[in-house]
T-cell receptor, first 114, second 112 residues
Framework: ETGVTQTPRHLVMGMTNKKSLKCEQH?????MYWYKQSAKKPLELMFV???????ENNSVPSRFSPECPNSSHLFLHLHTLQPEDSALYLC?????????????FGPGTRLTVL | GESVGLHLPTLSVQEGDNSIINCAYS??????FIWYKQESGKGPQFIID?????DKRQGQRVTVLLNKTVKHLSLQIAATQPGDSAVYFC???????????FGTGTSLTVIP
């Protein structure tokens, strides 16, 4: 695999379920990101990790819990979600966390909360 | 937050014609801009970028123009092909870390 991969590609869950999204980057990057993409809305930055430390958390509800065990892997743990959380969740990575570092995206996980 | 918007939500062009997709941004301090392409069922794909010290940058069949005076960014696609059909986003970085602000996107449809 090359680039940024995400699993699963599709996920349907009930509001009481607990699930996790996985992201892996094969680019040797040091920063990773979670974004939420809802229909007809701009990408919303959720979390940023740089060298495995969380550097930004954009007021995301606690039902979303990120984990970055190493610079190549990023998880998003989900629990007690709401139907309005249904969206495409995108992972991205960049060489560093500088303003000039281009972010490269994975294909996303399409999440549906019933 | 930042405001990055696109003038038109949809654009249809004939195959072989040139396409121009526009983007307005609000922060005059923004230093770095990226155009992404997102095909159906896929994540955004980097197309081309430009720094604020440049007015124009060319890639393969694509050109990005930056007008800092009016805070306007455009993406030109030459000889548009069916494979160019996608949603195109602009993103700006106001040089405050690596937080980009994205537009809602323009949906480009290429008519064979």
């Amino acid at each position: 695999e090359t680039g940024v991969t995400q699993t699963p590609r599709h996920l349907v869950m009930g509001m009481t379920n607990k699930k996790s999204l996985k992201c892996e980057q094969h680019l040797g990057h040091n920063a990773m990101y979670w974004y939420k993409q809802s229909a007809k809305k701009p990408l919303e930055l959720m979390f940023v990790y740089s060298l495995e430390e969380r550097v930004e958390n954009n007021s995301v509800p606690s039902r979303f819990s990120p984990e970055c065990p190493n610079s190549s892997h990023l998880f998003l743990h989900l629990h007690t979600l709401q139907p309005e959380d249904s969206a495409l969740y995108l992972c991205a990575s960049s060489q560093g966390h500088r303003w000039s570092d281009t972010q490269y995206f994975g294909p996303g996980t399409r999440l549906t909360v019933l | 937050g930042e405001s990055v918007g696109l003038h038109l939500p949809t654009l249809s062009v004939q195959e072989g014609d040139n396409s121009i997709i526009n983007c307005a941004y609000s922060n005059s301090a923004s230093d770095y801009f990226i155009w992404y392409k997102q095909e159906s069922g896929k994540g955004p794909q980097f197309i081309i970028d430009i720094r604020s010290n440049m007015d124009k940058r060319q890639g393969q069949r694509v050109t990005v123009l930056l007008n800092k005076t009016v805070k306007h960014l455009s993406l030109q696609i030459a000889a548009t092909q069916p494979g160019d059909s996608a949603v195109y986003f602009c993103a700006e970085n106001p040089n405050t870390g690596n937080q980009f602000y994205f537009g809602t996107g323009t949906s480009l449809t290429v008519i064979p």
